[in-house]
């Protein structure tokens, strides 16, 4: 795996500094009110359980599986649910917790579907923000790195379902992709 790597661009130890200042902004901001973490699968689990130990007041935590990207490297401008959240948010605050804003456009349909719900506000937190070719405008209220236009994998990022278990961001190597255009 680590042989696919052509660099790191954003290593691990930043990573955990930057989760535990999100941690700790989200903890006072929230105090003695009823926050619910939704999490965007599958890319958000490993930001969602390392942020969530940086939070020292009650959650509660819930999952929503959407796609909107194949097996290739473009968006496809087409979100669909998989996997909806089982918990009511009505009345509670909504933090959706994501790994990366590219265009939008995943954000902007997971936020109207949430606000339809009756919550008290839906914010987004994500681990990474790749502002460059965003297509929609979604306010994001806890960001954590400003990456390049570049196609990252790790910290829960996938390319063709793998590379999600990378400790650090990285970009892959052009022969990795160039052997998916093969099948
Ligand atoms: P958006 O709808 O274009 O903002 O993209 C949302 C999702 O696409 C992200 O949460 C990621 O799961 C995935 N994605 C976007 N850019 C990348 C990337 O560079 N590597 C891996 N997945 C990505
Ligand atoms: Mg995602």
């Given amino acids: 795996m680590y042989g696919d790597i052509q660099e790191i661009l954003v290593t691990k130890e930043s990573l955990q500094e930057k ?28 930001f969602f359980a390392d942020l969530i130990r940086y939070i020292t007041i009650p959650i509660e935590m819930d999952f929503i599986s959407v796609s909107s990207y194949g097996s290739s490297t473009k968006s496809s401008g087409v979100v669909r649910i998989i996997k909806d959240i089982d918990i009511d948010i009505s009345h509670k605050h909504v933090l959706i917790v994501e790994d990366l804003v590219d265009t939008g456009l995943t954000l902007r349909y997971l936020k109207d579907l949430f606000e339809d719900r009756g919550p008290e506000d839906v914010k987004v937190c994500t681990a990474l923000d790749k502002p460059s070719r965003r ?9 954590g790195i400003t990456i390049p236009d ?11 379902g793998k590379y999600r278990n ?16 093969d099948k």
């Fill in 19 to 46: 989760v535990k200042e999100l941690g700790k902004r989200i903890s006072g901001d929230y105090e003695g009110k009823e926050l619910v973490l939704i999490g965007v699968l599958k890319g958000g689990v490993v």
């Fill in 135 to 143: 297509k929609v405008e979604v306010p994001l209220a806890y960001n």
């Fill in 150 to 160: 570049k196609f990252v994998v790790g910290y829960g990022l996938d390319f063709d």
């Fill in 166 to 181: 990378l400790p650090d961001v990285c970009v892959l190597k052009p022969s990795v992709y160039a052997s998916d255009d």
